[in-house]
């Protein structure tokens, strides 16, 4: 499983790097067949509560205003009952059980890409 996981981040990355967004064309394309959730919407229409639910976890930060500044990639792995965790492609090989620390590592993440003014 986590070679699949790994080859889907690769396959990811390359139709990223070369413009393939899934865009209609005659021909399906690479991206179109890879697995994917999208959860569109305005600030404060409810992304985040729709991808906990999916989840079903509350790991996503919290607040009024702009608070998810960025997009969120977001993987799910079905393993053994009872071990639940969370990893990030910044963050290589670190599991994280507690979810709340997946929370603020989101959190942190987001405003050491985008700053901490909410500017976007």
């Known amino acids: 499983m986590e070679n699949l996981i790994a080859l889907v981040n690769k396959l990811q990355r390359a139709c990223t790097a070369l413009g393939d967004h899934g865009e209609e064309s005659a021909l399906p394309t690479l991206w179109d067949s890879l697995p994917s959730i999208a959860v569109v919407g305005g600030q404060s229409s409810g992304k985040s509560s ?3 639910s999916i989840v079903g976890k509350d790991f996503l930060p ?13 993987q799910l792995h079905k393993i053994d009952e009872g ?26 993440e987001t405003d050491r890409e985008t700053g901490r003014t909410k500017q976007i």
């Open 62 to 74: 919290r607040g009024s205003g702009i608070v998810t500044r960025r997009p969120l990639v977001l």
């Open 50 to 52: 729709v991808l906990e």
């Open 83 to 108: 071990r639940e965790y969370a990893e990030f492609l910044h963050l290589p090989r670190k599991r994280f059980t507690d979810f709340a620390a997946v929370r603020k590592e989101i959190a942190d």
